[in-house]
């Protein structure tokens, strides 16, 4: 078999895949879509078949312009006397038309609702599976490259979808033609279907650089989609920095690339379409020399197969553009699932279990034994090692050590995104596994360094955390973060729009309200990742209040390098190169010289007497 054949069989079998994929969604509904596709090409058939008596009328000498039916037992017991007047004819041809047009408006609306139906599906299973996912597995992965495979490749997907069952309605309505063709000239039929096949055919290679160019289309869109979406999430940085022109060329370039690629597709296949415009004359000619000189036909019927003739040859070129679109877009299909592919086997075991069973108890504390952490399939490679300590319920943790140590890693793993990959972490001495992650990250509020919020009001980013909470529930979390005085001042108050990421607010606002929505979860653990760095050392005192307040309501660990945010712990862990190098009591770890608490401690003090001279 030729490499040429063995393409053209892989691609067959991959636009088949898909296609099965769109009968399953659809079920039902895609057998009264082809049950819609038949009808449709019936009645345009038996419209076009109506015409063949009326042109036999066209140079009679008679003037009653009867039209003589066939003469056969079925019509003889329909009409009787075998002859129909004319307006009763051109009345039939005119309502079946009009019925025709109905039935077709239908059918179109049906079929969109069917696209949609797939497309939907198609895009929240792929929404679900990146959902469902390990955490582990995001860290992998461009952000830019989820955005784009739920936008613009599953738009691309909506093409292909729409040009396969273009490419099935076109065949039907070429079977139906044929069918109507063989009623007049079965042999003349045969030979349009000749000259058909050929000129599809002869324009294999074209298809075959259609998916060619589908290809290098989803790897450019890709690019030019990561550009954007870097540039746009680090705009302000990208300004600050004065780096605005590299990202343009970078798009400049993508863009130029993208251009090329295109000019040289259109370039391509125009000269496919000016070899069958060619091709469908000389077929055309040879149709008509062979009727008339081979067959003998009569003027209606030639007339009849002209027209049929001239609705089959369009009809083959649309196939070939719908067969191109096909191609074009199903690599976007194939680069949708093989993500879809790698969720699902990433998925997060337990998800039956969410939101099932009571909380777990967290009334003596976490213990962490022996936790190794690492990222990739290379054991030695940790990110912790052995880390074993414990935090009390009720109290407050503090996790310090340098950038890069490990401490957000372990709250990743505490929170119950993570799952170590050695040792166990246990809550009341029962372990989280994967039969319980997901209930007991219900129990976990987690305020980061980065913080997060919709493009949308205060309430409606506080309700994040607890959907049903009273305008008043609202008012006591604000007011435990130290956020209600300054969310009082707003015109709006808690109806106050917080721009694209809380870009309206200033970092210390932002903060506190990302507080104030862990509160209001009223969490079993609450985890503080840096959660004050952006916050003046007045807020922060407020802050060290409130949590200091919290104390015995829940259990507290608290990430910081500043040492005036865990002044108010009443453990201290010291975590570095991934170890456990220090744990102990807040005040006996202050007090004891050449404790890393004590070293830090005494790094700020220093630093805050060199200010004065620094700033003279």
Known sequence: MSRSSVLSLSLFRDVAAFGAVIAQIGGRRTWTALLFLILGSLTEGISILLLVPLLHLVGRADQDFAVRLPNNDFVRWLVPDGTLQLTTVLCALIGLVAVQAAFNRFKSVYMAKLLFDFINRLRM??????????WGVFTRMRSSDLDHALTGDIDRVQGAAFALLMLVQIAVLLAGYLLVSVF????????????????FVALQPFRARATAFGRVLTANRQDQYRTVSEFLGGIKVAKSLNVEASYFAQLQSTLERMKADNIDYVRNSTIGTALFQVASVVGLSLFIY??????????????????????????????????????????????????????????????????????????TGLNIRDVCFGYGDDPTRTVVTDITFGLPAGKVTALIGP???????????????????????????????????????GQVAYVPQDVFLLHDTIAANLRLAAPQASDEDLWTALRAAHAGEFVERLDLRLGTEVGDRGVRLSGGERQRIALARALLRKPSLLILDEATSALDWQN??????????????MTILTIAHRPSMIAFADWVVAVENGRIVEVGQYQRLKAKAGSRLSRMLSGEQSESEREPADVA
């Open 125 to 134: 299973n792929l929404f679900e599976s990146i959902g469902k996912a390990r």
């Open 184 to 199: 007049i000239s079965p042999v003349m039929t045969l030979f349009a279907v000749v000259i058909g096949i050929l000129m």
């Open 290 to 363: 062979v009727a008339l000189v081979r067959f003998n036909l009569s003027l209606a019927e030639i007339v009849v197969l002209l027209l049929v003739f001239m609705r089959i040859a369009p009809r083959f070129m649309d196939m070939q553009t719908q067969a191109q679109q096909v191609l074009i877009n199903l690599p976007a299909y194939a680069a949708m699932r093989s993500l879809q592919t790698r969720f699902d086997a990433e998925r997060e075991p337990g998800d039956a279990e969410a939101g099932e069973g009571g909380k777990l108890s967290l009334a």
């Open 403 to 441: 950038s890069g140590s490990g401490k957000s890693t372990i709250a990743d793993m505490l929170l119950g995104l993570l799952e170590p990959t050695a040792g166990k972490i246990l809550v009341d001495g029962v372990e989280i596994d994967a039969a319980n992650r997901r209930r007991w990250r």
């Open 540 to 553: 922060q005192s407020l802050i060290a209040k409130s949590i200091d307040g919290l104390r015995g309501t």
